[in-house]
């Protein structure tokens, strides 16, 4: 058997392919890793109207009110009503509230679904604070079931001292549900 020898020219190619190798192995990471870097993105700035999570409401109100409404939609594909149960809400700003959804599954059998939320403006979204939400786990509806689901969230008083936010008196929160697939009942 013939060796081939190495010659400065193959070394390089080697250099360059090993090169391009890791290139794509770290694209094809970061591509799997964009998802959840991108929604600690939006959770940290409250980007693109993403509402940020809280333990509880500030000890401390301010002396303005706003007006939250309340959206709800449902995946083409998902066989619920969903809407909210009052469709406004007077807040004064940092004090914790309470809203209510509601949901019925239509369909002869028991179907999950998970709800994705925003508000709007855009803007307000590092000011919306929940400190419980449907929208953090999976909700489980048998075949007809209605149910109530709790949102429970203050507006930060921070959000008059934005020269970007400190003109909004009205937010917009909404949801759309989609079904969860690996987690519906067989018919």
């Known amino acids: 058997m013939q060796r081939i020898p190495v010659t400065p020219d193959s070394a390089k190619n080697r250099k360059v392919a090993l090169l391009f190798a890791t290139l794509v192995v770290a694209m094809v990471g970061l591509a799997y890793a964009s998802v959840p870097l991108y929604r600690m993105f939006c959770q940290a700035t409250g980007f693109g109207g993403t509402t940020q999570r809280a333990e509880s409401a500030p000890e ?13 939609n449902t995946a083409p594909s998902l066989p619920w009503i969903f809407e909210p149960v009052q ?56 075949a007809g079931e209605t149910v109530d689901m709790p949102v429970v ?15 909004i008196d009205e937010i917009t929160l909404s949801y759309t549900f989609y079904p969860v697939e690996t987690h519906t009942a067989a018919r």
């Open 60 to 72: 401390k109100t301010v002396d303005r009110r706003m007006t939250i409404r309340f959206d709800a």
């Open 153 to 167: 969230f203050f507006v930060d008083p921070k959000i008059k001292d934005d020269p970007d936010t400190r003109d």
């Open 87 to 142: 469709r406004s809400l007077g807040v004064k700003v940092g004090e914790e509230n309470f809203a209510y959804y509601r949901a019925t599954n239509t369909s002869d059998h028991t179907i999950a679904g998970t709800a994705v939320f925003n508000v709007t403006p855009d803007t307000a979204g590092a000011y919306f604070n929940k400190i419980q939400c449907f929208c953090f786990t999976e909700q489980t509806l048998k």
